[in-house]
């Protein structure tokens, strides 16, 4: 089992920053892509960006260049640095952890306005 918990969600004015971290414990071992989906209001759940053990890192073309995933393997810990951030980005995001099963956080909420 793993166990993802998020921080760092929150209001903010449309061109500001803001950052997320998920810390990872139990079975951690097993972990290795993790990284972000989000939900907005009536949308589907979509990948925002994903990061290896190794540290290949994949985005959404939507943040490409706006947003940096970073990951910590020591502290268990992945990074989601979002700038510039629109209002198009509210939404609930989730980490996700991939260890054969794939592991959601419970979610934190970003708003942006405009």
């Known amino acids: 089992q793993v166990q993802l918990v998020e921080s760092g969600g929150g209001l903010v004015q449309a061109g500001g920053s803001l950052r997320l971290s998920c810390a990872a414990s139990?079975?951690?071992?097993?972990?290795?892509?993790m990284g972000w989906y989000r939900q907005a209001p009536g949308k589907q759940r979509e990948l925002v960006a994903g990061?290896?053990?190794?540290?290949?890192?994949n985005y959404a073309s939507s943040v490409r260049g706006r947003f940096t995933i970073s990951r910590e393997n020591a502290k268990n810990t992945v990074y989601l640095q979002m700038n510039n951030l629109k209002p198009e980005d509210t939404a609930v995001y989730y980490c996700?952890?991939?260890?054969?099963?794939?592991?959601w956080g419970q979610g934190t909420q970003v708003t942006v306005s405009s």
């Open positions: 996700y952890g991939s260890a054969g099963p794939t592991y």
């Open positions: 139990g079975s951690i071992f097993s972990i290795n892509g």
């Open positions: 990061i290896t053990r190794g540290g290949t890192t």
